[in-house]
Structure formats: structure tokens, C-alpha cells
């Protein structure tokens, strides 16, 4: 079966953002979208002929026809083996797992995260390298590039290949693989935590609600959690994934998982509660009144990592995303290990993790992972906290008191804008930057500004750097405003507005983290003029 070459012209913007191309699903069934994009890859990856890759997605709407024509191509392109979750499913985590265990040249993932699905909603592709992270900067560079000029892309005229089907067949020259997506992250799971333990949790009574959103890790949450750990049939709920996530928005947030916060503060509430999105990478805790931030979630765990088998030896450094908040530091500096501040983007932690100079970290939009895949994990979070729970016996509510007496709290809020017009943000941000050299000294409704700068990164292992990561405000009291530019949306753009305040040991810990932070929120906004910029008056999402 011969290759077929077909013509074809370039898109406008196929410039991967953060995590890979996202556009809206009608964009991508424009004829020859995907496959310009796929073939940009293929192109600009080495080793391709003869390789192994991994393929998978998060089976919101059109996942099915992108991996049957990513199936083709990568046939008609030279690869020996492709590795494809049953039903075209794998979660990102899971992919990452896959790709690393199988020691393949990489991955392709098809998600959008936490964004909407549907015929109306969003799509995404991303490729993950041979560590099974996120490709580097100059790798994504390299796929735009080449979609600037692309003028053919190879294919295979051939039927679609059956990918409910566990097993072997072959594709022209190409074994499909297709596996049960969630054996080999099980087993994983196995490996790292104390599953005696947890199970042993749910026998004495603890009750806990996970909420899959219809989204991937509905499978991973029921096979691990009620199977294998014993936790009551109807635990996870939500959980059979669907391609228009049953109509909601997949993100695991206050905002979006409401149902859920209603059930851990209604009067039979649970004992534990936790979501995930879209392709379970991100995670949401919560306990009995109890919302977790992202931040103090990545501290506690940091704080109580030696309870769990896979950190037994200690942590050997931690690292967060500059926007998230400082609470994990000081967590560090009490085990006397190092903590990195990184620009937002998983692919910064790879270079770190590869090294070996971290084995935890994390970030404030709900992402949390380790060293054993090079992705955010939000099944793996929630297990962490399981075992964690399980060793310590304490509730979240006591953890978390119990946390704050030991190291402070750090109040912590983030507001989204969402789909503002490019210009009005870009106009709201080359303003704001431009006034940062004179704010240091300087009173901002009786808030005495420390620094204002922006962030840049230069990456300790192999010293690339990234420029304009976000802007930030320091205060002399420790508070501290970041303002970001997001580059997960697919419409215009998304102002990501951060805010948080320390409250040393023995200060006030007991306040709703929207009252402690309603003044330096005022300030935020006034400081940086979103309402005279955007019309907005309040942020499409508070959390």
C-alpha cells in the first residue's frame, strides 16, 4: 500500500499556545487542517521512520475522525508502530505513562483540557517527546514554522482501522497496537502509593464523591478507585465519558463543579471530594466545608510526601509556576530543600524533573504531578491525598488547620476574563508594563509596592530562556499581584489576574479567601484599568 502525496497551502496561526494547536472544533474540520498540522509535526520530528509512537485523546467531539486520519498519515509517513488507547481514549497523564513505558520516539495527544467540547466547543493537539512531556519551545517552533509553508502531506487511501478492538493489526507497513488505555497507568499506580492503606480507609466508613465531569478519567477513577480500592460502586460519578462532556464545561473549578461543592457542604457531605477535566490532568480537592486551593493542596502534599512509598526517601526539590502562590516555598525551606519558580507550561517542569532536581510540583489552574510521568495527574493527586488521609487519619479540615498553624496561610484567589478582544488585552498589558518601573516605592490604596517586574526564565538545566511571563506586583507586607496573558483559550484572549496575601503563624487563618482578598483585588484591578480596558466588571471566573 503506497503512500499518497497530496497538495495542499498553508493556515494562518497554527502557533501551538501553552499546551499545543487549540482552535474550536469547526476550525478544525476545515479540510486539511489537522493534516497540515500532522504533517508539520511528522516533518520537524527526527526519527520518524521506523518509530514507535503513542496516540490518544480525550474523546470529546471529533476525537474519533482525528485519529483515524492521524492513523493514515502516520502510516504513510514511515512509522513502524503506532500505539493507540481502545476507542481512540487516553487520558494525558496516561499518555505520557504509555509513552515512557514503551520507551516510543513520543506521543499525540487530542484534547482541549478543560475547555468545552462538542460540535460547538474546542479541539487541541498536542505532541509529547520521548520523556512523555510536552514538546519543548523550539520543537513547537519548529511545527509553525513548517506550517507556514507546508505545500503536501502523506496519507494512506485505506479503510479506517478498527480501534474498539483490543490487539494487533496492521496499517501498509504499520503495526496498530490497540491497548486497554487504562492498564498500564493502573498499574503505576500500583507502584507509587499505598494501596493496603487506602483500602483500608474505605473499609472503616470514609466516604469520598469523585467527579469524572463525563470527561476521560471516568474509566481511570472507577477501575482504580472502586475496583481495585474498594470504594463504594457510584464513587465516581459522571463517569462515563462523553464527546460534549453531557453539555458542561470540564474544568475543575468552584465555578464549573458545582454540583460537587454543593454535595461537600450539604448536610450528609462526604468525607472527600475531588474532580478532574477533560483529559485528567488537573485535579480539584475538597473536604467536608472544605475547598482546597491548588497552591496549598501542592504545600500540604510537599509537607506530607514522606507518607507515601514513592517520596519514603524525601523530597529531593520541589518547583510551582510563577503565578502560584508562595505557600510551597516555605514548605521547602523548612526541609531545607531547593523550590523553583518556573513560567506557566508542564514542559518547563520536564527539564527539572529530567534532571533530577525535582520530584514534585505543581500549579495554581488545578495541576499537580511528580516525577513519574511528565504530565499534570489529577487521578494521581487524589491518590496521593487518599494515602496521605489514610497515613494521618486526620480530616482536610484538620490537615489543613493543622498545615497553616505549622507555616502560615496564604490566602490565595485567581480571576479569569475570558474572550476579550486581543487588542483591548494587549493594549491592558503593554500599559501595565510600561508603568512597573515607576510603581516600586510607590502607594497603591495604602498597599506600599516592594518591586514590580516582569518575569523572565532562564531554564537551570539547559539554558534556554523565555522572556515576558507575566507581570508582577510585590508589596512590602508579602502580597502580591501577578497578571498573565493565558494561552489555553481559543478565542480571543484570556486575562489571568492573580492575588494572594500571607498570614504569618498565630495570625488570622479562619477567613473565606474571597473576604481576605477583596481589597488587594480592588487594587488589582484598578491598578491595571480592566474595566476602562475590557467593559468588564467583574471576572467571568473567580476562584
Given at each position: 500500500m503506497d503512500p499518497v502525496i497530496r497538495p495542499t497551502t498553508p493556515f494562518d496561526g497554527q502557533r501551538p499556545g501553552t499546551s499545543g494547536l487549540r482552535k474550536s472544533v469547526k476550525t478544525f474540520e476545515q479540510p486539511r487542517y489537522l493534516e497540515n498540522f500532522v504533517q508539520s509535526i511528522f516533518d520537524c520530528v527526527q526519527g520518524i521512520p521506523g518509530a514507535t509512537l503513542v496516540l490518544g485523546g480525550d474523546g470529546r467531539y471529533h476525537n474519533r475522525t482525528a485519529i483515524q486520519t492521524i492513523?493514515?498519515?502516520?502510516?504513510?509517513?514511515?512509522?513502524?508502530?503506532?500505539?493507540?488507547?481502545?476507542?481512540?481514549?487516553?487520558?494525558?497523564?496516561?499518555?505520557?505513562?504509555?509513552?515512557?513505558?514503551?520507551?516510543?520516539?513520543?506521543?499525540?495527544?487530542?484534547?482541549?483540557?478543560?475547555?468545552?467540547?462538542?460540535?460547538?466547543?474546542?479541539?487541541?493537539?498536542?505532541?509529547?517527546?520521548a520523556n512523555g512531556g510536552p514538546a519543548p519551545e523550539a520543537l513547537t517552533e519548529a511545527f509553525f514554522k513548517r506550517s507556514k509553508e507546508i505545500a503536501e502531506y502523506r496519507t494512506l487511501d485505506a479503510p479506517d482501522v478498527n480501534l474498539d478492538q483490543l490487539g494487533e493489526r496492521t496499517l501498509g507497513s504499520m503495526v496498530v497496537e490497540v491497548i486497554d488505555p487504562v492498564a498500564d497507568y493502573a498499574e503505576l499506580m500500583d507502584s507509587l502509593f499505598d494501596m493496603d492503606a487506602i483500602r483500608a480507609l474505605f473499609a472503616s466508613?470514609?466516604?469520598?464523591?469523585?467527579?469524572a465531569m463525563h470527561a476521560v478519567t471516568g474509566p481511570y477513577a472507577v477501575e482504580i478507585l472502586e475496583r481495585r480500592l474498594g470504594a463504594p460502586a457510584g464513587?465516581?460519578?459522571n463517569a462515563t465519558p462523553l464527546e460534549d462532556f453531557g453539555g458542561h464545561h470540564p474544568d475543575p473549578?468552584?465555578?464549573?463543579?458545582?454540583?460537587?461543592?454543593?454535595?461537600?457542604?450539604?448536610?450528609?457531605?462526604?468525607?472527600?471530594?475531588?474532580?478532574?477535566?477533560?483529559?485528567?490532568?488537573?485535579?480539584?480537592?475538597?473536604?467536608?466545608?472544605?475547598?482546597?486551593?491548588?497552591?496549598?493542596?501542592?504545600?500540604?502534599?510537599?509537607?506530607?510526601?514522606?507518607?507515601v512509598p514513592a517520596f519514603k526517601g524525601g523530597l529531593t526539590g520541589v518547583a510551582?509556576?510563577?503565578?502560584?502562590?508562595?505557600?510551597?516555598?516555605?514548605?521547602?525551606?523548612?526541609?531545607?530543600?531547593?523550590?523553583?519558580?518556573?513560567?506557566?507550561?508542564?514542559?518547563?517542569?520536564?527539564?527539572?524533573?529530567?534532571?533530577?532536581?525535582?520530584?514534585?510540583?505543581?500549579?495554581?489552574?488545578?495541576?499537580?504531578?511528580?516525577?513519574?510521568?511528565?504530565?499534570?495527574?489529577?487521578?494521581?493527586?487524589?491518590?496521593?491525598?487518599?494515602?496521605?488521609?489514610a497515613a494521618r487519619r486526620l480530616s482536610v479540615a484538620e490537615l489543613m488547620a493543622e498545615h497553616w498553624s505549622t507555616y502560615g496561610r496564604t490566602y490565595y484567589g485567581r480571576h479569569d476574563y475570558e474572550a476579550i478582544e486581543q487588542a483591548a488585552a494587549d493594549k491592558l498589558i503593554d500599559e501595565l508594563r510600561n508603568r512597573l518601573p515607576l510603581l516600586a516605592g510607590t502607594s497603591l490604596a495604602g498597599w506600599r509596592v516592594a518591586t514590580a517586574d516582569e518575569f523572565a526564565y532562564t531554564d537551570p538545566v539547559d539554558g534556554?530562556?523565555?522572556?515576558?511571563?507575566?507581570?508582577?506586583?510585590?508589596?512590602?507586607d508579602g502580597s502580591r499581584i501577578v497578571y498573565r496573558l493565558s494561552g489555553t483559550g481559543t478565542a480571543g484572549a484570556t486575562l489571568r489576574v492573580y492575588f494572594e496575601r500571607y498570614e504569618p503563624v498565630g495570625g488570622e487563618h479562619g477567613l473565606d479567601a474571597p473576604v481576605a482578598l477583596a481589597e488587594l483585588a480592588a487594587v488589582a484591578a484598578d491598578l491595571a484599568g480592566i474595566q476602562r480596558h475590557t467593559g468588564r466588571t467583574k471576572p467571568d471566573v473567580a476562584t
Open positions: 492513523v493514515k498519515m502516520a502510516a504513510a509517513n514511515g512509522v513502524a508502530r503506532l500505539v493507540v488507547g481502545a476507542g481512540g481514549i487516553l487520558s494525558t497523564p496516561a499518555a505520557s505513562c504509555v509513552i515512557r513505558k514503551r520507551k516510543a520516539l513520543g506521543g499525540i495527544i487530542l484534547s482541549a483540557s478543560h475547555n468545552p467540547g462538542g460540535p460547538d466547543g474546542d479541539f487541541g493537539i498536542k505532541f509529547n517527546a466508613g470514609f466516604r469520598m464523591v469523585f467527579d464513587t465516581a460519578i473549578n468552584l465555578a464549573h463543579a458545582v454540583d460537587l461543592v454543593a454535595a461537600l457542604n450539604g448536610p450528609d457531605a462526604p468525607d472527600f471530594g475531588a474532580a478532574s477535566d477533560g483529559d485528567g490532568d488537573r485535579n480539584m480537592i475538597l473536604g467536608r466545608g472544605v475547598f482546597v486551593s491548588p497552591s496549598d493542596s501542592l504545600a500540604v502534599l510537599a509537607a506530607n510526601a514522606t507518607h510551582r509556576s510563577m503565578p502560584t502562590s508562595r505557600a510551597v516555598d516555605r514548605v521547602a525551606e523548612a526541609l531545607g530543600i531547593r523550590c523553583y519558580e518556573t513560567p506557566t507550561g508542564w514542559k518547563f517542569f520536564g527539564t527539572l524533573l529530567d534532571d533530577g532536581r525535582i520530584n514534585l510540583c505543581g500549579e495554581e489552574s488545578f495541576g499537580t504531578g511528580a516525577d513519574h510521568v511528565r504530565e499534570k495527574d489529577g487521578l494521581w493527586a487524589v491518590l496521593m491525598w487518599l494515602n496521605v488521609l534556554s530562556r523565555s522572556d515576558r511571563q507575566g507581570l508582577r506586583v510585590s508589596f512590602e
